[in-house]
C-alpha cells in the first residue's frame, strides 16, 4: 500500500523554525518527484514547494521563498521540509503529496496520494 | 500565477439529484485540470486528472468536463457520502487551487 506519513509539526512562536518530516513506503520513492501543499484553519489548499526525484531541482512558491527550504533522502525514503522565519501565516496542515507518474523532474503535476498532513500553528 | 475561481461557494444538494461545479482559470490551462474531494479532518482526493479522466477507484457518477479556462465537475447522482468540499487545480504551470465549492445537504 502506497502510505505518506507527516509529523514535526507543532507550535512554535513568530520567528521560528520547525522541520517536518514525510516517510514513503509502499513504492520507489527514488522515482518520483515530491511535494508539499498546504492549508490554512477553513481555507483551500497552496502548492509550497517541489523538488526533483534526484534533488537536482527545486522550487518554492513566492509565499515561503527564502525562509522554506525542501530536501529529501532517498536512501530514507524520506522528504522535508525546514521552515525558517515562520510568520503567523504559515499556520496550516502541511501536507506531503506525490505525483501520480513516476518521473525525473519536479514539472507541474496533480497529485495522488497525499498524506494525512501535520498542523504548524505559529503563535506567541 | 494562474488564479482559479470557483463557483458556487457552496450548493445545497438533495442526495439523489445532479451536482455541476465550475472552475475557471484567469488563462488558458489546456487540459492540466484535477478535481479533488475532501472531507472534514481528511487529506484531499483525487477525482480527476486531465480534466476529464477519473483516477482510479472513483465512480462513474464523477465527470470532468471543459478545456482551456472553463471546466466543470458534474456528479449525477448525489450519495450520502459524496457531501464534502471539491477543489480544482490546474497543472499547466506551477500548481494553484481554486478556493473550493462545498457541496451540503439541502
Known amino acids: 500500500e502506497v502510505q505518506l506519513v507527516e509529523s514535526g509539526g507543532g507550535l512554535v512562536k513568530p520567528g521560528g523554525s520547525l522541520r517536518l518530516s514525510c516517510a514513503a513506503s509502499?513504492?520507489?520513492?527514488?522515482?518520483?518527484?515530491m511535494n508539499w501543499v498546504r492549508q490554512a484553519p477553513g481555507k483551500g489548499l497552496e502548492w509550497v514547494s517541489s523538488?526533483?526525484?534526484?534533488?537536482?531541482?527545486?522550487y518554492y512558491a513566492d509565499s515561503v521563498k527564502g525562509r522554506f527550504t525542501i530536501s529529501r533522502d532517498n536512501a530514507k525514503n524520506s522528504l522535508y521540509l525546514q521552515m525558517n522565519s515562520l510568520r503567523a501565516e504559515d499556520t496550516a496542515v502541511y501536507y506531503c503529496?506525490?505525483?501520480?507518474?513516476?518521473?525525473?523532474?519536479?514539472?507541474?503535476?496533480?497529485?495522488?496520494?497525499w498524506g494525512q498532513g501535520t498542523l504548524v500553528t505559529v503563535s506567541s | 500565477e494562474i488564479v482559479m475561481t470557483q463557483s458556487p461557494a457552496t450548493l445545497s444538494v438533495s442526495p439523489g439529484e445532479r451536482a455541476t461545479l465550475s472552475c475557471r482559470a484567469s488563462?488558458?490551462?489546456?487540459?492540466?485540470l484535477a478535481w479533488y474531494q475532501q472531507k472534514p479532518g481528511q487529506a484531499p482526493r483525487l477525482l480527476i486528472y486531465?480534466?476529464?479522466t477519473r483516477a482510479t477507484g472513483i465512480p462513474a457518477r464523477f465527470s470532468g468536463s471543459g478545456s482551456g479556462t472553463e471546466f466543470t465537475l458534474t456528479i449525477s447522482s448525489l450519495q450520502s457520502e459524496d457531501f464534502a468540499v471539491y477543489y480544482c487545480q490546474q497543472y499547466n504551470n506551477w500548481p494553484s487551487f481554486g478556493q473550493g465549492t462545498k457541496v451540503e445537504i439541502k
Open positions: 509502499g513504492f520507489t520513492f527514488s522515482s518520483y518527484s
Open positions: 486531465g480534466a476529464s
Open positions: 523538488i526533483s526525484s534526484s534533488s537536482s531541482y527545486i
Open positions: 488563462q488558458s490551462v489546456s487540459s492540466n
Open positions: 503529496a506525490r505525483p501520480q507518474e513516476p518521473g525525473a523532474a519536479a514539472a507541474p503535476n496533480w497529485f495522488d496520494p
